[in-house]
């Protein structure tokens, strides 16, 4: 991943002044193109950054920022948005940009850890993101361990997202899984441990 102008995460970016020097940033380079690949902050951002525009340039014009030249040569912003999401969470598409790669990274992280954790008899913890929904914990359990599925998944799992992380859990042969909307009990730890013994 990446990109070309090297952009990145910013909180700058929520404050009008950070947006200010985005947008000097981008007239001094004379780019005036943007293909935005991202979730809801960044296609949210983007379409903030297109509303005030106008109002970036004349403020850099007004500032000496910019000169008249280059205000009049980036006068309009071409954005083109683009749903980049490893959630795989957006409606009307089969697969979102992103959610393949993240998929396939997992399974590979999977299949080693699990080869090294037999090999050596130690446990290893995995975390995988999902934010609010689970379809990257559940795809890569299904890839690793399809014999398992039949056994555990129920169409009554699916109508609750916290047994989402549940089953990949059993299909990719996890001993223990933790998942933040179903908190353990409260003698997580001592059964944990009885666990690690075995």
């Known amino acids: 991943g990446g990109t070309v102008i090297g952009s990145a995460r910013c909180q700058d970016f929520r404050t009008r002044e ?10 001094k380079r004379g780019i005036t193109n943007l293909c935005v690949i991202g979730g ?5 951002g983007a379409d903030t950054f297109r509303a005030e ?16 030249e280059e205000a009049q ?8 948005g683009m749903v980049g999401s490893i959630d795989n969470d957006f409606c009307g598409t089969d697969m979102t940009i992103g959610t393949d790669s993240a998929l396939h990274r997992i399974v590979e992280i999977v299949d080693a850890i ?7 008899q130690r446990t290893f913890v995995l975390e995988v993101m999902g934010r609010h929904c689970g379809y990257v914990l559940v795809a890569p359990g299904r ?6 599925w039949g056994k555990w998944l129920k ?22 899984v933790f998942i933040p909307e179903s908190p353990p009990e409260d003698d997580w730890e001592d059964h944990l441990c009885r666990r690690l013994a075995e």
Do not use: M
Request: glycine residues 10%.
């Open 40 to 44: 809801d902050g960044s296609l949210t």
């Open 143 to 148: 890839g690793s361990s399809p014999k398992k």
């Open 114 to 120: 699990t080869t090294t954790a037999q090999s050596h």
């Open 73 to 80: 040569r980036s006068s309009h912003l071409n954005i083109v």
């Open 18 to 27: 950070g947006r200010l020097r985005a947008a000097r940033n981008l007239v």
């Open 155 to 176: 169409s009554s799992f699916w109508s609750h997202f916290r047994y989402l992380a549940l089953i990949t859990a059993l299909a990719c042969g996890a001993d223990w």
């Open 53 to 68: 525009w106008g109002g970036l340039l004349a403020e850099l014009l007004k500032t000496g920022g910019i000169t008249t």
